[in-house]
C-alpha cells in the first residue's frame, strides 16, 4: 500500500460510473426541459467565475431567473423538484464501473479514509447505487458556497478527514474541475479515463495518475 496518503476521495457523477450510464437516461428529461438545463448550466459557469457570498441555491436561482425571464423562488423550487429530485431516481438503474466496489473495500480495509465530493448533493445516489457504508466523508461543494475547482470545497474534505491535503488522492473525470482544483490545494490526483479519450486526448492536467479501469486504481492505491 502507498505510503504518502491516509485518505482517498472520489468525484462521483462521471466517475464511479462512465458518463453515458447517466446521460443516456436524461435524453427525455433534456428534450422537455433544456431551457432549465442550459440556464443552470450557464449559472453554474458564473457562480465558478466570480467571487460570491450568501446562500448558493439562492444565488444560483437568481442567475437562472434572469436568464429565463422568471421569478427566482419559482426557479429554485423547479430546480430543487425537477433536476435536484427528479434526477435521482435514474441512479438505480446506472451501472458503476467495474471494480468499484472492490476498490472501496479495499481502501477501507487497508486503513485509509474514503470520501466523495461532488458538485451536486449525494445522499440519494449513495443509496440507489449500492454505495452505503464506505464514506468516512460526504461533501457537496454547494454546502460551502463554491463549487469545484474552487479550493473552498477540496478545503473543507480535507477539514472533515482531519488529514492534510498533501496526505489525500482526489479520484476523478475532469481535468478542469477535479484534477486542477485537487492540485491547486495541494492533493495528490488520479485521473479515470475511457480508453477512447486516452488514445485521443493527451489532456491530463498533471494528474499524478490516470487510469481507464479500477483495476489499475486499485494497484496504484494497495499493490
Known amino acids: 500500500m502507498r505510503k504518502d496518503i491516509d485518505a482517498v476521495a472520489f468525484d462521483l457523477d ?26 443552470m448550466g450557464k449559472a453554474r459557469d458564473v457562480l465558478r467565475a466570480e467571487e460570491h457570498k450568501g446562500h448558493f441555491y439562492d444565488h444560483q436561482a437568481r442567475i437562472m431567473a434572469e436568464i429565463l ?8 423550487d423547479k430546480t430543487e423538484k425537477l433536476i435536484y429530485r427528479g434526477w435521482e431516481p435514474i441512479f438505480k438503474k446506472v451501472r458503476l464501473y467495474s471494480y468499484v466496489h472492490e476498490t472501496l473495500k ?15 448533493p449525494l445522499e440519494q445516489k449513495i443509496d440507489y447505487l449500492g454505495l452505503d457504508g464506505y464514506w468516512d466523508v460526504v461533501l457537496c461543494s454547494e454546502e460551502v ?7 473552498a470545497p477540496f478545503l473543507r474534505l480535507s477539514e472533515l478527514f482531519s488529514v492534510p491535503p498533501q496526505r489525500i488522492l482526489y ?10 482544483g ?4 495541494g492533493m495528490k490526483t488520479a485521473l479515470v479515463k475511457s480508453v477512447y479519450k486516452k488514445m485521443f486526448s493527451g489532456k491530463d492536467g498533471g494528474a499524478d495518475f490516470v487510469f481507464t479501469k479500477y ?7 494497495l499493490g
Open 14 to 39: 462521471g466517475t464511479l460510473y462512465p458518463n453515458i450510464e447517466f446521460y443516456s437516461r436524461l435524453i427525455p428529461f433534456v428534450l422537455k426541459e433544456h431551457k432549465l438545463l442550459m440556464a
Open 145 to 151: 458556497n463554491h463549487l469545484k475547482p474552487d479550493p
Open 69 to 76: 425571464k422568471d421569478d427566482p423562488a419559482s426557479i429554485k
Open 171 to 180: 479520484v476523478g473525470n475532469s481535468v478542469s474541475y477535479d484534477i486542477m
Open 106 to 120: 479495499g481502501c477501507k480495509d487497508a486503513g485509509l479514509k474514503i470520501g466523495l465530493l461532488s458538485d451536486f
Open 182 to 185: 485537487a492540485k491547486g490545494v
Open 215 to 221: 483495476k489499475q486504481l486499485y494497484s496504484y492505491i
